[in-house]
């Protein structure tokens, strides 16, 4: 876990979700490569053809970008996929439920947390709510994460200025008394930084836990 800024009073977290509410190397793996198949196949690549290109394309966009990284919407983008069909492949591609099982660890940590600081949890994620719903159900905290922004909210893919403001609008609450938290710092934590928010950069859900359990019992980092 790595701090960059926690604010004095925390009104709403920001969580992303794939990486960040879990740690599951291969399902976010295969949240990209079945899509770079399904493209291959509609395109009459192969698999492997596809999955070049396109990482040739993100490797070069980062060199021409300062080294940023570029989100696999956005990149679709170049190619002549537009979001709505991004949309469309991952709400009818994406399987949580074969991956991801319930975290009663994650569960209590943010029941803690929400119970002590009174905070509202908002999630921002390049997927569709659809999908992000799906996982958020297969983890057990649907019922504490309600309320997703996601690529469909804004027809907009992170780093999106639209989506936070649609976060900060959902929760009523002002950035600077926001703390975003997620696992790639220039698609979850760089422009929540220049909004005035805090931000923290996680490994996975352990980090998480730990983060929550800090927050709720008033703990120094």
């Known amino acids: 876990m790595k701090i960059y800024s926690i604010p004095d009073t925390i009104t709403t977290i920001i969580f992303d ?31 492997d053809e596809a999955r070049k290109k396109m990482a040739n394309f993100r490797e070069n966009w980062a060199l ?21 069909t991004s949309i469309k492949w991952r709400n009818e ?24 600081k009174c905070v509202s949890y908002v999630c921002v994620t390049n997927n569709p709510v659809q999908a992000a719903k799906r ?12 309320q997703v922004v996601g690529l469909d909210s ?13 976060a900060l609008k959902i929760t009523g609450a002002k950035a600077e008394n926001c703390l975003s938290v997620g696992d790639r710092y220039d698609i979850d934590l ?18 998480v836990y730990n983060l929550c359990n800090r927050l709720s019992e008033n703990l120094s980092f």
Request: charged residues 25%.
């Open 17 to 47: 979700i794939d990486g960040t509410l879990y740690t599951n190397s291969d399902y976010v793996k295969e949240q990209v490569d079945v899509q770079l198949r399904h493209w291959a196949k509609i395109n009459g690549m192969s698999a």
């Open 154 to 166: 804004c027809k907009k893919s992170k780093p999106a200025k639209e989506m936070l403001e649609l």
């Open 64 to 84: 021409s970008h300062g080294g940023e990284k570029i989100s696999l919407g956005n990149a679709f983008i170049a190619f002549g996929v537009d979001l709505e």
């Open 190 to 207: 760089a422009l929540p930084l220049q909004l005035g928010m805090g931000a923290v950069l996680v490994t996975g859900v352990e980090d």
């Open 93 to 116: 591609l994406l399987v949580p439920e074969n991956y991801l099982k319930v975290d009663k660890k994650l569960f209590d940590a943010l029941s803690a947390l929400k119970k002590t």
């Open 135 to 146: 996982t958020l159900k297969a983890l057990g905290v649907e019922k504490l994460l309600p």
